[in-house]
């Protein structure tokens, strides 16, 4: 299985990667290890913005709400 190669570095997920929801569970599944990886907002944002995003925007780019 593919896995994003920064994810192990990735501020969301060492912070909410193994304890969360089953749908957010499935986010990662999908964006950090399938077939949306590509989509992952979170990879493009610090270019865009010149700044990191926020720990907890989700990798579909909403934010996770505590």
Known sequence: MNQCPKLQDCP????????????CK???????????MGNCLRLGFKQKNGYPPPEDMMPNGDRLLA
């Open 12 to 23: 969301f997920f060492k912070k909410y990667g193994h304890d969360l929801p089953d749908t």
């Open 26 to 36: 499935a986010i990662i599944g999908l964006y950090c290890n399938g077939k949306k």
